[in-house]
């Protein structure tokens, strides 16, 4: 199956500047849209997800939007802290058993 | 402790050897995954269980079996090791399929020379 599409693979900023990462999915029938934090050397843990009827979520710094239209969701952080530096995955869940396919994973560096 | 564990966290095995990569959760979830994480290809299904004794492929299942006979265990087992199969591997479970969060081990370092 199509992989999802997640852009940048790598992002720096400053610390206190914002990021977004951007991830496009393929099955319109996909409702619900994970993303994960992966720090050096861990598993994958959930930060923030999102079901399809709603189109943003906010958790403190994190938020998540949803344009069902375009199959995008976006992953937002505000005020970034060096501890925010990790590889972000999203996912999509496919078929009957909603599997996760992941996307290929960004790598954000915050530099203090 | 609860959670989920894998064992070994690094192994260096042969080309042609078997080699098992164990995966235990405290949890009692249903539904238990194995992912490989290699660079430029995120995170990738090998295999997936719903419930002790059902088990089904996912994306590269290739050269792997998997067994469920308990719940709370989920070994991955490279028959015959190929340098191809040098990756990090995680383990993973949820309550109620992916369509929930999924919980992740530290992951097992594995390279086949």
């Known amino acids: 199956g199509e992989n999802v599409e997640q852009h940048p693979s790598t992002l720096s900023v400053q610390e206190g500047d914002s990021a977004v990462i951007k991830c496009t999915y393929s099955?319109?029938?996909?409702?619900?849209f994970p993303w994960y934090k992966q720090e050096l050397g861990k598993g994958s843990q959930l930060i923030i997800d999102?079901?399809?009827?709603?189109g943003e979520k906010k958790d403190q710094r994190i938020a998540v939007t949803l344009n069902k239209t375009a199959k995008h969701f976006s992953l937002h952080i505000t005020e970034t802290q060096p501890e925010d530096s990790a590889v972000y995955f999203c996912a999509e869940p496919r078929g009957s058993q909603g599997n996760l396919i992941f996307g290929k994973g960004t790598k954000l560096s915050v530099k203090p | 402790d609860a959670g989920i564990t894998q064992s070994p966290r690094y192994k260096i095995t042969e080309t042609g050897r078997q080699v098992t990569l164990m995966c235990h959760q405290t949890?009692?979830?249903?539904?238990m995954f194995w992912y490989r994480q290699d660079l430029g290809h995120g995170l990738r299904l090998i295999y997936y269980s719903a419930a002790a004794d059902i088990t089904d492929k996912g994306e590269v299942p290739d050269g792997y079996v998997v067994s469920r006979s308990k719940t709370e265990n989920f070994p991955l087992t490279l028959e015959s090791a190929t340098r191809s199969q040098t990756s990090v591997y995680f383990c993973?479970?949820?309550?109620?399929?992916?369509?929930?969060?999924?919980?992740f081990g530290q992951g097992t370092r594995l390279t086949v020379v």
């Open positions: 099955d319109s029938a996909s409702n619900y």
């Open positions: 999102i079901r399809s009827n709603v």
């Open positions: 949890w009692s979830h249903s539904y």
């Open positions: 993973a479970s949820s309550a109620d399929g992916m369509n929930t969060e999924a919980f």
